[in-house]
Nanobody, 116 residues
Framework: QVQLVESGGGLVQPGGSLRLSCVASGSIFRLNVMGWYRQAPGAERELVARLISGGSPDYVDSVKGRFTISRDDAKNTVYLQMNSLKPEDTAVYYC??????????WGQGTQVTVSS
């Protein structure tokens, strides 16, 4: 089984930046997908950004040019650098990963609040 632990959420003013981190641990074979989803109150969970091994990053249109996803395979860690944050980015952000043997895993979520 794969465990994911997120960190880096918090309260930030509009226009500010945050960097989320997600560390994977446990019985990892190979993580072919790592990414971030978010869920705002009353809304469905949506994909924010993901990295598929050997491919280019995918981003939801609303964050293109502002968010950057990256990963450090040596540390089994994925990052989400969020710049120019807007109030509509407020949500719980969830880390997601897929191991080619163990399957999908989710983190517990980290709150991001953008407010003045």
């Amino acid at each position: 089984q794969v465990q994911l632990v997120e960190s880096g959420g918090g309260l930030v003013q509009p226009g500010g930046s945050l960097r989320l981190s997600c560390v994977a641990s446990g019985s990892i074979f190979r993580l072919n997908v790592m990414g971030w989803y978010r869920q705002a109150p009353g809304a469905e969970r949506e994909l924010v950004a993901r990295l598929i091994s050997g491919g280019s990053p995918d981003y939801v249109d609303s964050v293109k040019g502002r968010f950057t996803i990256s990963r450090d395979d040596a540390k089994n860690t994925v990052y989400l650098q969020m710049n120019s944050l807007k109030p509509e980015d407020t949500a719980v952000y969830y880390c997601h990963a897929n191991d080619i043997v163990r399957g999908a895993a989710w983190g517990q979520g980290t709150q991001v609040t953008v407010s003045s």
